[in-house]
């Protein structure tokens, strides 16, 4: 089993109290990780390290802070095995996909580090000979960052290497199911040369150390990845300190197969979108909206594609969808189910927790499909974060834009079709920060990601993704002698 403390100023320090929770396998229930239970104190300690480290480091040519974060890279890239296994084992995802996420946020790293080569500027040079304006963009300050337990690696990745790029220094708190492979990051990166006190972790509850890093009076940004219901309290909370708040949030997408798709790319891409990290994704393709003429042909053979799949272990390289968080998180996807079933839905495939075997330590559900979904049913609305897809005919273009934004969430939307317009007109009206068009889940550093309506605000990731961290400042210079403001006094 790994045992960590906190990660404050390049250190490993013992929480305050000693105290820890023990992260157990939600596969096969042994135990994984100790981490440490931080207090409001521990959290202070990190604050005050992450400050005292923040003039020399936003200072410091940003080519060198590039270098640094390129050696770190170049760290987790060495250590991607390693970085892969943590990451599968704790959230209990495919290693295949684990893999994936740590490729990801070394790219991530390696794209912030290249635009910190060109943090935007620029100078007013119109405002006659006797004057000159420049507008500068500056490091915000110390970010206080809180991530959730279904991507440690990506959610940090999105927020972590910007912040470091733009010149902020950083005060993380991971999940405390999850929290391994921050630790781990926060350790190579000063084995990779950033000084003290740029990265400094706290793990612990959300309640007491993410809540105290929300109302600490030297944290000027909180950066959130988590669920609707918290990131809108810790809003609530940042817009009455005028505190800046970067939120990403909760999703309900869409995936809307028109009847000309290249319907074999879009059944891989729905059935890609249903169990990704066991749909416990906050862009899971969780509502198909299918053309009525297809409907029905459709459905059978997602169910046959989802049948065929591999729910397994982490570590088994054959493994297509892995384990539930823990098992309260399991049956409250279980009652989504049986509420749906209740409001008049059809359990078409899966619906029950798998038993027998391997699965008997561990909190396994199959994918499942639930048919005759309508906009009134709780599940049409409601963020589920299972493997589980609602089927819902329509019959035109504007039915089907309809239902896919009749949710309060806009993070992400599909769409599949061979017809180039209509991709495009319906691309347009879909109320979501990313839309997918024939493809689901591609994602490149510059694209910037993050929600309409309840899904967030702000973006992360591209250029938007720096800025994000950024104060802008405008500086007026006046050359030569200066024209009295006033001659009278003179
Ligand atoms: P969560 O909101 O329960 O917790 C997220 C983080 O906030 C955790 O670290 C938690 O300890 C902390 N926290 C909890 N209460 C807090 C408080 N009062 N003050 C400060 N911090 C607090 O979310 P979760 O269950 O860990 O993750 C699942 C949710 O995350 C889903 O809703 C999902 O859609 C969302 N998510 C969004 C994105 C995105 O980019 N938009 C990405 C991944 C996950």
Request: aromatic share 6%; net charge neutral.
């Amino acid at each position: 089993m790994r045992s960590y403390n906190l990660w404050i100023g390049g250190r490993d320090v013992a929480a305050e109290g000693g105290a820890g929770t023990v992260r157990r396998s939600p596969a096969h229930g042994a135990e994984l990780a100790r981490f440490a239970l931080g207090s409001a104190a521990d959290l202070d300690r990190a604050v005050a390290a992450a400050r005292a480290a923040r003039e020399s480091w936003s200072d410091r040519n940003a080519m060198e802070r590039a270098a640094l974060m390129t050696r770190l890279a170049d760290l987790m890239q060495a250590g991607l095995d390693r970085l892969a296994e943590i990451e599968a084992e704790e959230v209990g995802k495919p290693i295949r996909d684990g893999r994936g996420e740590i490729a990801h946020s070394i790219n991530l790293t390696r794209y912030a580090a290249a635009l910190a080569w060109e943090i935007p500027g620029r100078a007013q040079t119109h405002h006659g000979t006797s004057a000159l304006g420049i507008v500068s963009y500056e490091p915000i300050g110390v970010v206080g960052m809180i991530t959730p337990w279904n991507f440690p690696a990506v959610t940090l990745f999105q927020k972590l290497p910007y912040a470091l790029a733009a010149g902020c220094t950083v005060v993380i708190k991971p999940s405390e199911m999850t929290a391994g492979t921050t630790l781990e990051v926060a350790r190579l990166a000063t084995e990779a040369g950033f000084p003290d006190g740029v990265i400094n972790v706290v793990t612990g509850k959300g309640s007491v150390v993410g809540n105290a890093m929300v109302d600490h009076p030297d944290v000027d940004m909180i950066s959130f990845t988590g669920s609707t219901e918290v990131g809108r309290a810790i809003g609530e909370k940042c817009a009455r300190q005028v505190k800046r708040a970067g939120l990403e949030l909760g999703g309900k997408a869409a995936n809307i197969v028109f009847a000309d798709a290249d319907l074999d790319d879009a059944l891989d891409g729905v059935a890609l979108g249903t169990i990704l990290n066991q749909g416990e994704e906050c862009v899971a393709g969780t509502r198909l909206l299918v053309e009525k003429s297809i409907a029905e042909t459709f459905t059978r053979k997602l169910a046959d594609r989802l049948s065929r799949l591999r729910v397994g272990l982490p570590l088994d390289p054959q493994t297509d969808m892995g384990a539930m968080i823990h098992e309260d998180h399991m049956k409250a996807v279980l009652a989504h189910v049986e509420t749906a079933r209740r409001e008049g839905a059809d359990v078409v495939a899966g619906g029950m927790r798998l038993t027998g075997g391997i699965y008997d330590k561990g909190f396994f559900i199959a994918p499942t499909i639930l048919g005759k979904v309508t906009p009134e049913m709780s599940y049409f609305r409601e963020e589920v974060f299972g493997p589980v897809i609602s089927v819902t005919a329509f019959e035109t273009v504007d039915e089907a834009v309809a239902l896919a934004n009749a949710t309060e969430y806009g993070l992400g939307n599909g769409l599949w079709t061979k017809d180039l317009d209509k991709a495009h007109q319906v691309s347009k009206r879909l109320r979501s920060g990313t839309v997918w068009v024939n493809t689901y889940l591609d994602g490149a550093p510059q694209m910037p990601f993050g929600g309409y309506k309840r899904s967030g605000l702000g973006r992360e990731n591209g250029r938007e993704g720096l800025i994000e961290f950024m104060q802008v400042k405008s500086t007026f210079f006046r050359l030569g002698k200066r024209a009295k403001a006033l001659p009278h006094a003179a």
